[in-house]
Nanobody, 117 residues
Framework: VQLQASGGGLVQPGGSLRLSCVVS????????MGWFRRAPGKERVLVAV?????NYGDSVKGRFTISRDNAKHMVSLEMNNLKVEDTAIYYC??????????????WGQGTLVTVSS
């Protein structure tokens, strides 16, 4: 199972970025997909996850929107009104289930988002 994330980069405060992540490999089904982030000197925290519904970290509610394309095994994160404190490495995550193949949590390699003027 591999997770390939894209879309990170440098953006000014108030700007927008879109992250995407594709899950590839042989597996039965995806239970949940989402994003976590680790800011410099801090622990990894929830940004947003999507399963049958969505769940957001408090600091991004109203600014970030997570979406999922089941056919493409892809999760996207639309980030608007970005703030300096959103600067972090963003990690794509998935939780797999099923009666065959790999199950459990898998992580992508991380993509850097830098918000700076």
């Amino acid at each position: 199972v591999q997770l390939q994330a894209s879309g990170g980069g440098l953006v000014q405060p108030g700007g927008s970025l879109r992250l995407s992540c594709v899950v590839s490999g042989a597996f039965n089904y995806i239970i949940e997909m989402g994003w976590f982030r680790r800011a410099p000197g801090k622990e990894r925290v929830l940004v947003a996850v999507v399963n049958s519904g969505t769940n957001y970290g408090d600091s991004v509610k109203g600014r970030f929107t997570i979406s999922r394309d089941n056919a493409k095994h892809m999760v996207s994160l639309e980030m608007n009104n970005l703030k300096v404190e959103d600067t972090a490495i963003y990690y794509c995550y998935t939780d797999l289930g099923g009666t065959w193949g790999p199950t459990g949590s898998y992580w992508g390699q991380g993509t850097l988002v830098t918000v700076s003027s």
